[in-house]
């Protein structure tokens, strides 16, 4: 045996010759302190939160089956005699949000228009894009109780609110989309003596067209989750309806509130999440 | 020569009717009455101004609501985190060789996920009780949806090449998507965990509307009690911890998927 032969770790088999065989020599292990340093602190904050939190974890011993006997009174069976007064609320919720969608478009789709570079001026865009920003922070429900408080509760104060909550994200999605179009159409319209107007019909708007109307239809989805919860707030519609049933403990009708929540949810997400992949691919699949 | 005009877009113009007639609809439905919003702005002007002067004194007793949804979030999401990493394996058709089983586990949560957290949380609070237990909960219950949605289509991503090689040295299904899948997944769930931290702190400030404990039962009672100065503070701490929350996390998480 040579002096350089390798070292040689784990098993050997019966055949002791390893000359003939590749190096096993298992790799070192690479050291990354930053990484370990992260874990470290994330795992402190996770367990301090966990330790500092006032929540008596004794409770959660009772809660699954709990659960289980509160979601037997809900669906064993659920009282069916609700459900047209349920699907009565729920629509109520779902045209709160189209209503607050549509409404969210058209305010958002000029201003989004205006916070285009190139397009507004520059003491235009940056506020435009400073109210975006505020409004997608503050959560839709703290805006709604804001509206709420200064305009009192009904279902179209409710659709303003979920207006006003769409504009944000909608006022973003919609420059980022025209920032990322293609010049060349927009800079042809400029060229042939187009107005600003006529720029953004002609040039802009087609290339953006099918991501602008995808990003609308999938606010039209969030909003309806939205709807649902300024319901419980007191805007009417499904929220105010389950609300109630929960307060008065009848379990039975909020199982069916809660499937028919489940059901309209779902049928609205695969219509739409349908119709957006037809916009942007071109074909249904 | 002119181009062609084009010819006038039948379809266009029927989409654009058919989202008229709905909104119309649903116009009648929420009974629109600008009238009356009008007389009820012109009434509320002064809270308007009341809302625009923050009252600062307040902000010690709001510190403990503040801290409790801080913590509510960072534990929902731990929770979140971990409970769905092990559903997300199963969830997706490359780690999980059981068809039907991808397809129940999938189509449970996208139930779980139809229903908004706030709901939820209006319910749980009448089965263990108002406070941060509720919360938590209900923020658990969301967040094992997204994060499960999330992580296994990541999964369904990955490279197969180091699993088939796992499997084909005879590793258990375990240990071979601990060795080959887990570590690609990895910066994803990371990137995925702090968004859905993001999630949990907008959602934590409000939940305690419903009975959920943090900042939104303060919210509840100063606006039963139409203090708007202590109103328009909540909703100021609300913005700055949303903002910063989220310039962190951005930052992090494009360090983390580049």
Redesign the interface.
């Known amino acids: 045996m040579s002096a350089a032969a390798p070292p040689v770790r784990g098993k050997q088999g019966p055949d002791t010759d390893i000359r003939a065989r590749p190096v096993l020599v298992r790799p070192a292990r690479p050291r990354r302190p930053g990484a370990r340093l992260v874990f470290l602190a994330v795992t402190a904050?996770?367990v301090l939160?966990?330790w500092?939190?006032?929540?008596?974890w004794s409770?959660?011993a009772g809660?699954p089956a709990?659960?289980l006997r509160?979601l037997g009174l809900m669906f064993l069976p659920p009282d069916l005699s609700t459900l047209p007064s349920a699907f009565e609320a729920t629509?109520?919720s779902?045209?709160?949000a189209?209503?607050g969608t549509?409404l969210g478009i058209v305010i958002s789709l000029p201003l989004s228009f205006l916070a285009t570079a190139g397009v507004g001026p520059a003491w235009v865009r940056w506020p435009l894009r400073g109210l975006f920003?505020?409004l997608r922070?503050?959560?839709e429900?703290?805006i709604a109780?804001?509206i709420l408080?200064?305009?009192?509760l009904?279902?179209?104060?409710?659709?303003?609110a979920i207006a006003v909550g769409s504009v944000g994200t909608l006022g973003k999605w919609g420059y980022e989309a025209m920032e990322g179009a293609e010049r060349g159409p927009s800079e042809a319209v400029r060229a042939a003596g187009g107005s600003t107007a006529q720029m953004l019909r002609w040039g802009m708007w087609p290339s953006v067209q099918p991501e602008v109307l995808a990003f609308w239809l999938y606010r039209f989805e969030i909003n309806v989750?939205?709807s649902?919860?300024l319901g419980?707030?007191g805007a009417?519609g499904i929220?105010k309806v389950?609300?109630d049933n929960?307060?008065f403990?009848i379990w039975d009708a909020?199982g069916t509130l809660?499937i028919v929540?489940?059901v309209v949810?779902?049928v609205i997400?695969l219509v739409s999440g349908a119709l957006r992949r037809k916009i942007i691919t071109g074909a249904w699949r | 020569m002119r181009p062609v005009r084009p010819r006038t877009a039948w379809k266009g113009l029927l989409v654009l009717a058919v989202?008229a007639v709905?909104?119309v609809?649903?116009?009648f439905?929420?009974?629109?009455?600008v009238g009356a919003?009008i007389k009820?702005?012109s009434n509320?002007a002064d809270?308007?101004v009341l809302?625009a002067q923050p009252d600062y004194g307040f902000f010690p007793e709001t510190l403990s609501a503040l801290?409790?949804t801080?913590?509510?979030a960072?534990?929902a999401t731990?929770a979140g985190a971990a409970i769905g990493l092990p559903l997300s394996f199963l969830a997706s058709r490359v780690t999980d060789p059981s068809r039907p089983l991808v397809a129940v586990v999938r189509s449970v949560l996208?139930?779980v996920r139809?229903?908004?957290d706030?709901?939820y949380a209006?319910?749980l609070?009448?089965?263990?009780?108002t406070?941060?237990?509720s919360g938590?909960?209900a923020l658990v219950l969301f967040n094992v949806g997204i994060v499960v949605k999330l992580i296994s289509e990541a999964i369904d991503a990955v490279d197969r090449g180091p699993l088939e090689a796992a499997l084909a040295t005879g590793a258990t299904w375990v240990r071979a998507d601990r060795a080959a899948v887990l570590p690609q997944i990895l910066p994803v769930y990371a990137s995925q965990t702090l968004y859905v931290l993001e999630l949990n702190v907008?959602?934590s400030?409000?939940i305690g509307?419903?009975g959920g404990g943090g900042l939104g039962i303060l919210?509840d009672q100063v606006?039963t009690f139409?203090r708007?100065h202590q109103?328009s503070l909540i909703?100021l701490e609300?913005?700055v911890v949303?903002?910063l929350l989220?310039a962190a996390s951005s930052w992090l998480r494009k360090r983390l998927v580049s």
């Open positions: 904050v996770v939160a966990f500092s939190v006032d929540i008596d409770q959660l809660f709990n659960l509160y629509v109520l779902v045209q709160m189209w209503l549509v920003s505020l922070a503050v959560p429900v703290v109780v804001l408080s200064v305009t009192g009904t279902a179209f104060t409710g659709a303003l989750r939205a649902a919860i419980l707030i009417g929220g389950l609300a929960v307060q403990r909020v809660l929540v489940v949810t779902v997400d | 989202v709905i909104t609809w649903a116009g439905g929420v009974q629109v009455d919003l009820n702005f509320a809270k308007v809302l801290a409790q801080l913590q509510m960072v534990i731990a996208n139930v139809s229903v908004p706030l709901l209006a319910i609070v009448t089965i263990v009780g406070g941060a237990l938590v909960i907008r959602a400030t409000v509307l419903v919210i606006r139409y708007y109103l909703i609300i913005l949303v903002v989220e």
